[in-house]
């Protein structure tokens, strides 16, 4: 199975922050990545696909990069409304994986 | 507008069973794979099964295979999991997700039902 390993686990932030978190995938997943955002008691929803596509609807300071085994979600300016847990999945193979979780939090 | 819809979930005794439906609306439910995904209280998020969009592949995590089932039905926009032989350690909320393509992030979420597996 592939191992995803996101850190931070917790990051705490102000309003306004460059916000940067990385995932580290065992072995290759090319760009078969994606980046999700999940508030208490909600469902997760997709921010960033194949690594660095914006789901649409999702504000434009959040971007994703990396490919290979090393990927990042960037936020560029935090706003109130971002304080969530952000998961990262690999879905270049079953089982699909996440990593673990980032809480960002003030 | 999508929505997936989850029911089903309750409180279960161990070794006992289940099934959760999750009714699809507002996309082409046919043209997407689907999957279940359960988040236990206060963890992380782990895929549990998928199922292509014309039944050919289904896949399984090790924790549940042998003793969870996945289906659809296209004709009803339906997803189907049929949860047998649960374990304390199935207790969570169980998601469904769709997917567009293959292979595919989870592009759409349900809003979960909880399963809870105590004597």
């Known amino acids: 199975d592939i191992q995803m390993t996101q850190s931070p686990s917790t990051l705490s932030a102000f309003v306004g922050d460059r916000v940067t978190i990385t995932c580290r995938a065992s072995?290759?997943?090319?760009?078969?990545l994606a980046w999700y955002q999940q508030k208490p008691g909600k469902a997760p929803k997709l921010l960033i696909y194949?690594?660095?596509s914006l789901e649409s609807g999702v504000p434009s300071r959040f971007s994703g990069s990396g490919s290979g085994t090393e990927f990042t979600l960037t936020i560029s300016s935090l706003q109130p409304d971002d304080f969530a847990t952000f998961y990262c999945?690999?879905?270049?193979?079953?089982?699909?994986?996440f990593g673990q979780g980032t809480k960002v939090d003030i | 507008e999508v929505h997936l819809v989850e029911s089903g979930g309750g409180l279960v005794k161990p070794g006992g069973s289940l099934r959760l439906s999750c009714a699809a609306s507002?996309?082409?439910?046919?043209?997407?794979?689907m999957s279940w995904v359960r988040q236990a209280p206060g963890e992380g998020l782990e895929w549990v099964s998928s199922?292509?969009?014309?039944?050919?592949?289904?896949y399984y995590a090790d924790s549940v295979k042998g003793r969870f089932t996945i289906s659809r039905d296209n004709a009803k926009n339906s997803l189907y999991l049929q949860m047998n032989s649960l374990r304390p350690e199935d207790t969570a909320v169980y998601f469904c997700?769709?997917?567009?393509?293959?292979?595919?992030?989870?592009?759409?979420w349900g809003q979960g039902t909880l399963v809870t597996v105590s004597s």
């Open positions: 997700a769709a997917s567009e393509v293959a292979p595919g992030s989870f592009d759409y």
């Open positions: 507002g996309f082409s439910f046919s043209s997407y794979s």
């Open positions: 199922i292509t969009t014309s039944n050919s592949d289904i």
């Open positions: 072995q290759s997943i090319s760009n078969w």
């Open positions: 194949k690594a660095s």
């Open positions: 999945q690999q879905y270049n193979t079953y089982p699909r994986t």
